[in-house]
């Protein structure tokens, strides 16, 4: 079984992880970076084009 997950870089604090879909708000809701706890949309923390369709795919 293959698991699912987006790619994430805090655009204030670079700090770079990964979460499941699940586990994330929708892209346009705020999200707050576990490390510097930057608050931004989520998308914004997304790495690539790639990460914000599959997030907005489980979404």
């Known amino acids: 079984m293959n698991e699912t997950y987006v790619r994430?870089?805090?655009?204030?604090?670079?700090?770079?992880?990964?979460?499941?879909?699940d586990d994330l708000p929708v892209p346009t809701d705020t999200f707050h970076c576990p490390n510097c706890h930057a608050s931004?949309?989520?998308?914004?923390f997304t790495r690539t084009e790639r990460d914000l369709e599959t997030l907005k795919q489980f979404k």
């Open 8 to 21: 994430l870089l805090c655009p204030e604090c670079g700090k770079d992880w990964e979460e499941s879909p």
């Open 40 to 44: 931004r949309p989520t998308s914004e």
